[in-house]
């Protein structure tokens, strides 16, 4: 059974930062594609960053060049480090997981199937 378990949201001031983690159980998790989904009230959800089993990152326009997106394959664990928070960043945060051969949402080349049941980010000016 696939598990992914995200910690790591609260509340912060504009301008600070936070880490969320993602613990990723019963799944290949070195060798597939992750991601970080957020969605706000009213609206869809919308792809932060993805991480590729080769290393390779993609990131939103809106949060370039402030949030980092990286795994440890030894302890399955996806991290979303988030610097220079925005009122805009404020949001429920999800952890995704790849499955290519099912249904999913596609977004930056990957299908992404697997949730968590998100951390929520909350923004404070």
């Known amino acids: 059974q696939v598990q992914l378990v995200e910690s790591g949201g609260g509340s912060v001031q504009a301008g600070g930062s936070l880490r969320l983690s993602c613990a990723v159980s019963?799944?290949?998790?070195?060798?597939?594609?992750m991601g970080w989904f957020r969605q706000s009230p009213g609206k869809g959800r919308e792809g932060v960053a993805r991480i590729g089993s080769d290393g390779s990152t993609t990131y939103a326009d809106s949060v370039k060049g402030r949030f980092t997106i990286s795994r440890d394959n030894a302890k399955n664990i996806l991290i979303l480090q988030m610097n220079s928070l925005k009122s805009e960043d404020a949001a429920m945060y999800y952890c995704a997981a790849e499955r290519p051969s099912r249904a999913g949402l596609n977004w930056a080349g990957c299908r992404f199937h697997y949730w968590g049941q998100g951390t929520q980010v909350t923004i404070s000016s």
């Open positions: 019963g799944y290949s998790f070195s060798t597939s594609c």
